[in-house]
Nanobody, 130 residues
Framework: QLQLVESGGGLVQPGGSLRLSCAAS????????IGWFRQAPGKEREGVPC????????WFADSVKGRFTISSKNAKNTVYLEMNSLKPEDTAVYYC???????????????????????WGQGTLVTVST
């Protein structure tokens, strides 16, 4: 059974950094892209970055380009989200989910719009505040 578990959230000051982890079990990353999504109170869910672990291709939402990086360690079946220069508007519950890799072969719409997602985790709260 495909399962994902997020960790690493917390309270950080504006301009600070956090690293989130997404640990996968029940499947291997080679056949899936992993995306991070976030949802703030009163706002729609937003795709943040995605990574195709089999070939290293990545996608980032404009709102986080240059500040967030995504990486995977296939041997550990884990995907990491490194968040730098955090802003109050980054405050949200962050989730990771898997997308079968063939849905990301031509474009990143599946990640951008949250399509064909599998294995949602429970989420981890990131709060950026003084």
């Amino acid at each position: 059974q495909l399962q994902l578990v997020e960790s690493g959230g917390g309270l950080v000051q504006p301009g600070g950094s956090l690293r989130l982890s997404c640990a996968a079990s029940g499947f291997t990353l080679d056949y899936y892209a992993i995306g991070w999504f976030r949802q703030a109170p009163g706002k729609e869910r937003e795709g943040v970055p995605c990574i195709s672990s089999s070939d290293g291709r990545t996608w980032f939402a404009d709102s986080v380009k240059g500040r967030f990086t995504i990486s995977s360690k296939n041997a550990k079946n884990t995907v990491y989200l490194e968040m730098n220069s955090l802003k109050p508007e980054d405050t949200a519950v962050y989730y990771c989910a898997a997308v079968p890799v063939y849905y990301t072969a031509k474009d990143w719409a599946a990640c951008q719009y949250g399509l064909y997602l599998e294995g949602w985790g429970q989420g981890t709260l990131v709060t950026v505040s003084t």
